[in-house]
């Protein structure tokens, strides 16, 4: 189960950091990834982070402003968000890959199983 955290209200350039927590003892063997919904428009791939978090990738859009880490002792995931843009405003999600110890950093919607509930982030301009 994954619980997902930490959205709301800022202003552009303002940051957040989400967080997701995970229960279950298979968290430190599955990589993670973050995805968002804007509205009317389909889910897209942010963010995604290895097992171990030696490996992460990110979707384009978000490269240099957001940084995905884990800490697998607080079965924990987050998503470092900064100067933010109206532009992201969107639900996020947290995912887990159901494959344990995978080599690939996956950004397939359809390849994790996992998903949390989403939480909503709102910048202003």
């Known amino acids: 189960q994954l619980q997902a955290s930490g959205g709301g209200l800022v202003q552009t350039w303002g940051l957040l950091r989400l967080s997701c927590a995970a229960s279950?003892?298979?968290?430190?063997?599955?990589?993670m990834g973050w995805f968002r919904q804007a509205p009317g428009k389909e889910r897209e791939f942010v963010a995604a982070?290895?097992?171990?978090?030696?490996?992460?990738y990110y979707a384009d859009s978000v490269k240099g402003r957001f940084t995905i880490s884990r800490d697998n002792a607080k079965n924990t995931v987050s998503l470092q968000m900064n100067s933010l843009s109206p532009e992201v405003t969107a639900v996020y999600y947290c995912?887990?890959?159901?494959?344990?110890?995978?080599?690939?950093?996956?950004?397939?919607?359809?390849?994790?199983?996992?998903w949390g509930q989403g939480t909503q982030v709102t910048v202003s301009s």
């Open positions: 982070i290895s097992w171990s978090g030696g490996r992460t």
């Open positions: 995912a887990g890959d159901g494959r344990a110890f995978s080599s690939r950093l996956r950004i397939g919607i359809t390849e994790y199983p996992y």
């Open positions: 279950g003892r298979t968290f430190a063997t599955v990589n």
